[in-house]
């Protein structure tokens, strides 16, 4: 699906753009930072530390969730015009293939299916060295805005 052209509404998508959205959310707290914006994906770092780790010492299976539904949700809004729409999450699912237990984790977004009403995402999360630690999907639901 990468044609080279940007599938963003915003042709012109800059980190800091992505960095505006950021400040008192979740992903803030949990320390995530955007990483790359590509033609068709995003990319955002999260670390492994005592926000995001489980009582055993590993990354949290939820924490790889939020990481997965933050990137997911941000994408959706940046392919959408925000004076006409807005999105939501409708459902995610993950697989929790490898643990980590410190650094960082990257997850890298791609579009599945962009319709009018639904995006659906895959979502793929690595580690340090590269290896898959997490894969998830989100279907985001896009809304008419009211206002």
């Not at 410190?102 to 579009?111: F, L, M, Q, R």
């Amino acid at each position: 699906m990468n044609t080279g052209i940007p599938i963003w509404f915003n042709k012109q998508l800059k980190l800091e753009d992505m960095e505006a959205m950021s400040p008192d959310t979740m992903a803030a707290h949990l320390g995530m930072k955007w990483v790359e914006i590509g033609t068709n994906y995003l990319k955002m770092s999260m670390p492994v530390d005592g926000r995001t780790k489980q009582p055993y010492g590993l990354l949290h299976g939820g924490a790889s969730c939020v990481l997965a539904e933050t990137i997911g949700s941000v994408a959706s809004h940046c392919m959408i015009d925000p004076s006409k729409n807005y999105c939501v999450g409708l459902e995610i699912n993950a697989n929790h293939i490898r643990s980590v237990r410190s650094g960082y984790v990257t997850g890298t977004a791609t579009p599945i299916h962009i319709g009018a009403t639904t995006h659906v995402w895959d979502i793929k999360i690595h580690d340090d060295a590269g290896k898959l630690v997490c894969v998830s999907r989100l279907t985001v639901a896009i809304l008419k805005r009211k206002d």
